[in-house]
């Protein structure tokens, strides 16, 4: 575990030099890419060989156990050989092992992994119905092979049920002191959690509804390459419902996007009679977490103060209603 001590750039550079040479990237020269949940480098190696994505698990937490990481890696590590999606394959290092431990200035100890680097581009526009189908294609590929892998023994990763909402849910309400947003607007998405958690403890989990999802497949962690698109930064996987995972790509989706990526997602997927409202409980629930997650950092808080009365209105109350608002 490291101390709070704050590390520099030039720091962080030195770990991840640390770190490789652990590896054999004969060649291979680092960009720094930045810092948020962890530290990030591309490395390029030799032009016959594959670029690496080198992270250096920095941030606290339990996804950043060493147990944690490597369960991450497992599942990219099956998914990578029984599928045909191109995504970050796991790097072992010289030891054999997913995980590589480094040490460096009062750092306890610190995790880094790699990955093979996935070439291609984030979208910055809505994604076309063809695309969407692409995108439908690839959660399908993703919810198939959870449903029929068998986790190894040990495999731990977070949990996204009841506990994740309220967790959303308490977050918020610690930001009414600040004004981030009203008492009213906050009794508005309590009684919508309310509601939710309800639906999520009516849910049976079972293999058909409830495994091993991404749970954070927006526009910026996934990229197209010639039409193909490609599921990047799995930091976030974890335990939760097959529609929770699609929920959290309609936050960016038009309705008419949504409705095409439930067409060509139910060609390999049967949903429930129930499927909207589930979708439309775990889309609020995608949010109020978006909003948790974000809440955290006090530059990202005109914005939120801008978009949680939109939420609430548009969402929250038609919601409470019985109104649908997904699909319209």
């Keep these: 575990m490291y101390t709070k001590q704050e590390y520099t750039k030039q720091d962080f550079i030195l770990m991840a030099q640390a770190a490789l040479e652990q590896y054999d990237f004969p060649g291979s020269e680092l960009d720094y890419l930045g810092k948020s949940g962890s530290v990030t480098f591309r490395v390029r190696t030799l032009a016959e060989n594959p670029d690496i ?21 497992i599942w990219l590590e099956a998914l990578s050989r029984d599928t045909k999606l191109t995504l970050p394959t796991p790097v072992k290092n010289r030891e054999q092992e997913l995980v590589t431990v480094i040490t460096y200035g009062t750092l306890g100890h610190l995790n880094a992994t790699c990955c093979r680097w996935v070439d291609g581009d984030t979208l910055d526009r809505e994604p076309s119905p063809e695309e969407v189908t692409q995108l439908a ?48 607007q906050f009794n508005l998405l309590e009684s919508a959690a309310n509601s939710i958690a309800e639906v999520i403890e009516q849910q049976p989990l079972t293999r058909d509804n409830y495994g091993i999802i991404h749970s954070d497949l927006h526009e910026s962690n996934y990229v197209f390459c010639d039409g193909e698109p490609r599921p990047i930064d799995f930091s976030g996987c974890g335990y939760g419902f097959y529609l929770f995972d699609v ?39 995608a949010i ?18 801008r978009t949680i009365p939109y939420v609430v209105e548009r969402f929250c109350n038609k919601y409470l209603n019985g109104e649908p608002f997904l699909l319209n």
């Design 288 to 305: 109020l977490r978006n909003f948790a997650f974000l809440s955290a950092n006090p530059l990202e808080h005109e914005e939120l103060s």
């Design 53 to 73: 994505l080198l992270k250096l698990h920095y941030s606290e937490g339990e996804r950043k156990t060493r147990d944690s990481i490597e369960s991450e890696l």
């Design 137 to 184: 294609q690839l959660m399908s590929a993703l919810h198939q092979h959870s449903k029929q892998w068998e986790l190894p023994a040990g495999f731990v990763r977070p949990v996204y049920h009841r506990e994740n909402l309220l967790s959303s849910l308490a977050q918020m309400q610690r930001q009414l002191p600040s004004g981030l947003l009203s008492t009213e």
């Design 247 to 285: 929920a959290e790509t309609f936050l960016h989706l038009s309705p008419d996007n949504r409705r095409t990526f439930i067409s060509a997602y139910t060609r390999h997927n049967e949903l429930p009679p129930e499927y909207e409202h589930l979708l439309e409980s775990y889309f609020i629930w």
